[in-house]
């Protein structure tokens, strides 16, 4: 049986035929709420923020026991109660305002709370649905790179709720192991400028991470450029010192060994013209 791929949360031409959503909610480096040209960067507390970022990264009923207590954990259950309510009322002045219909956006529901799925646009919904879809093409390398044009940054920067840590870990390993599948498409190409930029954008996703590191060495051995080979090396030293972690993994080391003994990659000579008598 044929797969089919639900792509409607992608934008560009992916987009479903379906309705548009309402909102736009970015939560890579931090939560950015618009409609159009209208933002929402006023919240009436800190916990109405995290309680947003919550069902936007977990759309759909949630029960208000349980968000209760993963969101006020400190609280009693009847105090956690109230706040919830508050929090969420406030939020459906904000995100269902005049001309919005009551329910377009919010789950409206005496047990469970929540976000309507097709109400609102996640980067994260787009990242997900992306790398899914290229682990069924033939063809990926598109899909991969619009997964991680996705990632502008930590999973909800500066909130540390023990689930927003959990979730900020995973997405990072998946937009790096994403960006390692493109370096290694484009080297099958032969386009090492698009496989160095990606081992960049990979060594700033993750700088502590070596085999981003491995990589940029061994392209820049291929190019017989030991002085890159030797500088991404120091690059990886300085990072794992300044992050306070071990040294270089003893594959690492084992590769900088090769590939600085490594007699320099044979360079094409221009055959001489040939002379014809005269």
Known sequence: MKAEL?????????TGSGPAPIWRIDLFGGLRVNRGREVLDRFRSRTALRLLAYLAFYPGRHSRDRLAEILWPDASLDRARRSLSTDYSSLRHLLEPDGVGDGAVLILDSQRVG???????????????????????????????????????????GLDDGWALHERARLENLCYAALLE??????????????????????????????AYRKLMQMHALRDEPTAVSQVYRDLERTLRTERLDGPSEQTLSLLSDLTLRPPAPRTRASAPTVHSV
């Not at 639900?6 to 992916?14: A, M, Q, R, V």
């Not at 493109?182 to 991470?209: E, M, T």
């Open 6 to 14: 639900d792509l409607n949360g992608l934008d560009g031409p992916f």
């Open 182 to 211: 493109l370096i290694d498409l484009a080297q099958a190409r032969n386009d090492n400028q698009s496989a160095i930029r990606h081992a960049w954008a990979a060594r700033i996703l993750a700088p502590a991470r070596e085999p």
């Open 115 to 157: 976000i309507q799925a097709r109400a609102v646009s996640t980067d994260v919904s787009r990242l997900e649905t992306a790398l899914r879809a290229a682990r069924l093409s033939t063809d990926p390398e598109m899909l991969l790179l619009i997964a991680a044009e996705q990632y502008r940054g930590p999973l909800l920067g």
